[in-house]
Structure formats: C-alpha cells, structure tokens
T-cell receptor, first 112, second 110 residues
C-alpha cells in the first residue's frame, strides 16, 4: 500500500497563477483533509470531505477550493495564488470520526 | 492566538537526558492525540488519550492526559538522536472540532 500520496512535491508559482494539488489514498478511507503548515502556526485545516461528492470548510478556507469526485482522490485548487499562500500543504485521510489521520509527505508551495 | 498552546517551542538536549513537553488549552478536550513529524514528512500518530488522568506508555515515551482534560504532557526518558523531530498535539473538542498545536521542535544531540 502506498498510503497517502501527494503531487507535486514542490511548486513555485507567480502571484495570480492557478494550480491544483492532488491527493490520493489507497486505504479506502471515507474522510480526507487538506491542511497548511506554517512556522509557529501548526497545522491548520483548509477543507475536508466526509465522503465522495462532499466537501466542507475548515479553519482557513479562503482562497482555496476542493473537489472529491472519487473516494480515493481529494483535490485542492488555488484559483489566483497569493504570496500569503506560500506554505507546506498536507493531505490526510482517516476512517469516519476524528481518529488516526494518515498524512501524505506534503507539497511545498512558494508564491512569488 | 493558538487555541492549543505547546511548550517549549524549541528544545535541544544531549543524548541520555530526560525531557517533558506540554500541551495546554483553556477548553476541555474530548480526546487528545500526539504526533511526531520528521523533516520532509507528514505527521505520524503516536498515541490517543481519552480519559482524564490517563497515562499511556510507548517504550521510552510517557503520555499523560490532565484530570480536567485541558492539558497533556509527553515525557521522554533517556532521549536518543532518533527522537529528534517536531512533536505536535491535536485536541479534539466536544463539537468534533480538531485543532493542532504549533509543536515542540526537539533536537537530541549525540
């Protein structure tokens, strides 16, 4: 099992550009999450999904959109990147309920 | 301000020393998790504590949940270089809201 994988690992964008981060999990988890991690701030939840076709806002959703068209995939989109979105993005998945979350290796995004 | 405060923010010790890191909130947790994160990787769950006063041990790591379920501690005995990493606590509140602390970055020098 690959667990949780994220694509790409690194990306540099210019202000105003758009991109999509892909998360895939092979553990048949219902729940999936997108976090951002910034120095001194810890992990903050952007959006999450409790099942295929469903999404919900987390703590810091502004400037991001998500889609969960297939159970195993969770996409995070930035329509118009801003320097404030420079961060490391982590995807995670879990069985229903707030139990153990399995994290991907992260995507380091820099917006110049 | 963080809903969940971790201290210290940074800790650098010699191999063989003992250490304790803390996770505190003004709110009551329904449960609390500790994760360890190594550079370039995602966090990995170490333990979940649920009951006030609960103590769990994982080899040289001892986790304690406060009686009032507002705080937790992680104690490492005889630290080793392999313990180096970012230790994150994550509190789950009664409304199923989960929040992470900013973490304690531990360095254990050989």
């Amino acid at each position: 099992n690959a667990g949780v994988t994220q694509t790409p690992k690194f990306r540099v964008l210019k202000t105003g550009q758009s991109m999509t981060l892909l998360c895939a999990q092979d553990m048949n988890h219902e729940y999936m999450y997108w976090y951002r991690q910034d120095p001194g701030m810890g992990l903050r939840l952007i959006h999450y999904s409790v099942g295929e076709g469903t999404t919900a806002k987390g703590e810091v959703p502004d400037g991001y959109n998500v889609s969960r068209l297939k159970k195993q995939n969770f996409l995070l989109g930035l329509e118009s990147a801003a320097p404030s979105q420079t961060s490391v993005y982590f995807c995670a998945s879990s069985f229903p309920g707030l139990y153990e979350q399995y994290f991907g290796p992260g995507t380091r995004l820099t917006v110049t | 301000t963080q809903l969940l405060e971790q201290s210290p923010q940074f800790l650098s010790i010699q191999e063989g020393e003992n250490l304790t890191v803390y996770c505190n909130s003004s709110s009551v947790f329904s449960s609390l998790q500790w994760y360890r994160q190594e550079p370039g990787e995602g966090p990995v769950l170490l333990v979940t504590v649920v009951t006030g006063g609960e103590v769990k041990k994982l080899k040289r790591l001892t986790f304690q949940f406060g009686d009032a379920r507002k705080d937790s501690s992680l104690h490492i005995t005889a630290a080793q270089p392999g313990d180096t990493g970012l230790y994150l606590c994550a509190g789950i509140y009664n409304n199923n809201d989960m929040r992470f602390g900013a973490g304690t970055r531990l360095t254990v020098k050989p």
